[in-house]
């Protein structure tokens, strides 16, 4: 791996930001310095036992003043608080960079702290599993994953943060804001809102019941029950940051599943045979894609 | 694995019925009689070639005629055409059982043409992959997954079909047809319903929208795919016979997604926190039971 940034810096130890630090230690350990922090002191001890950062600092001023980049991966509603701590101990010309599921929200958050010596671009890896923590990370997670640059234009630091990224293992893309947030919330933030409800209408069911649904969990159920034990924190802000994609999407799947239950009611199998025939395709892309 | 019937009939030669034939051939495979049959002359030429079943039946009557135990791992809207065809030709003391996703309807379907020499007995293995046909089989299949009896008592007869389940790999239950109907809609056929409508809802954005939803399909939407590429003429029959639990369980969905829609639209942060805090113990109950 060319080292990009002989300085980076995470804040946030969680999946994301351990991950991170996996994959550069697994990579190029003895040539940069890895700066960490995370503002619980039981994560910053993890990862301190782990080793797998150069410097788990104590405060945060102390763990961004030397690097030439800024991870920022935490909840997208604690970017502007964030920002706002940073802002005033940055280093000329350094780079910060979230790896937030909402764009719009994050922009809107982080951009207003960022000096005029510094660079501020957003960027976010399709990478993740149900696990959260820093004990839930590891080295291989972004490898042949997207990792989305949001960018209207190409810079000298886009490139630089491509290098970085691709490093790491990811495929990397520049995207929009707006197009990068209604792509998440039809391929991420629904799936994980309707996998939420799910469970939780199943959890409602009288004990006998739900005792069985845990007991008989099929295929379908027990993928949404994986969804849906995704970190709470980090979903809610989601959902907060990203509400107008989020109920755009929301409401043409009310009307699908609508006609749907429909036909079920009418017992029209000629309209269920057709609809579900058409979605097979979409798999087969996603197989062909390699993403599956 | 102890012989219970000496010769076995399946009827329907996809993903469960060639699954059946695989184990029955890794693991007695000269001991028993297996004959087999499918209204596809393609899928019969299929089975014939992978030499699973000892006999590949070219007429339905002769398939069964001779059989201790027959085997319905037909679509459930199949089984009262393929009992009319079979009710005739029953050796005096045969068990036929079927494999259907929905029970009361199968029951209503089957019973009627089920001669008193004869013993009908519903059953339903809770396994599966999103892969149908003759190809899709395989001998593990079953291993560790339930296999539901549907019936109201203990018998002979249920004892013996227990036991050749449980020599499949499977651990068996008995469970009245109510309740398995209400169980599999939760965790079965409305996720599964879901997914077909997130996925078909994706597939008409405009073209460029699609073909990125589809290059950066993330964790969640992915799962659903795989889910809605199932065989749509299996899934439509079975919403069509399952129609009644199907649709309570979608009232009760839809009331929850309407709250969350709700707490999105008015960014109630505490209510979507704890609604997605309460789905995480589902999914650590369902490890704890080992069926993630």
Known sequence: MKIIFEKISVIGLGLIGTSILHALKNKVEKKITTYAYDINPQHRSIVRDMNIATIVSEDIEHAVKNADLIILSIPVGSMKKVAGQISKHLKKGAIVTDTGSTKLSVINDIKPFIPKK???????????????????GFGSLFENRYWLIVSNYESEETKKLDSFFSGL?????????????????????LPHLIAFTIVGTASDFEVD???????????GFRDFTRLASSDPIMWRDIFLNNADAVLEMLQRFNEDLSDLQKAIRKKDGKKLHSFFSRTRNIRKKIIEAGQS
Chains 1, 2 share one sequence.
Not at 118 to 136: C, D, M, Q
Not at 209 to 219: C, G
Request: net charge neutral.
């Open 169 to 189: 293992g990811s495929i990397v893309e520049i995207v929009n804001v707006q197009y990068h947030d209604r792509i998440l919330a039809i391929t991420s933030h």
């Open 209 to 219: 019941l739900k005792n069985d649904v845990i007991k008989f969990s099929a295929s």
């Open 118 to 136: 510094n660079y501020f671009i957003p960027s976010h890896p399709l990478a993740g599993t149900e696990y959260s923590g820093p004990k839930s």
